[in-house]
């Protein structure tokens, strides 16, 4: 079965930096992309940025774009999501996605929660 297992959360400052990460386990085969997700209290999940393993093409939600960096580590199944200068409205629960090659389906990590004190 195929897990996702989420790490990096925590407490941070405004204008301070954290790193998530998120190891794909199971049978993966090959993997479309992977990437993450924020939902903050009382709001719509919406795109943080996802990353596809071969070419490496990344895609950044608007309000993330020039502080988030993502990238994977191909070998491991793995994403991470560095994470700077974070505002408080970056505040949220940080889902990792992983969608499978061949249609073989999409997945949701249990989140992890980012919060920005100002």
């Known amino acids: 079965q195929v897990q996702l297992a989420e790490s990096g959360g925590g407490l941070v400052q405004a204008g301070g930096s954290l790193r998530l990460s998120c190891a794909a386990s199971?049978?993966?085969?090959?993997?479309?992309?992977m990437g993450w997700y924020r939902q903050a209290p009382g709001k719509q999940r919406e795109l943080v940025a996802t990353?596809?393993?071969?070419?490496?093409?990344?895609d950044y939600g608007d309000s993330v774009k020039g502080r988030f960096t993502i990238s994977i580590d191909n070998a491991k199944n793995t994403v991470y999501l560095e994470m700077n200068s974070l505002k408080p409205e970056d505040a949220a629960v940080y889902y990792c996605n992983l969608r499978l090659a061949y249609g073989r389906g999409e997945y949701w990590g249990q989140g992890t929660q980012v919060t920005v004190s100002s």
């Open positions: 199971g049978p993966i085969l090959r993997i479309d992309a």
């Open positions: 990353i596809i393993p071969r070419g490496g093409r990344t």
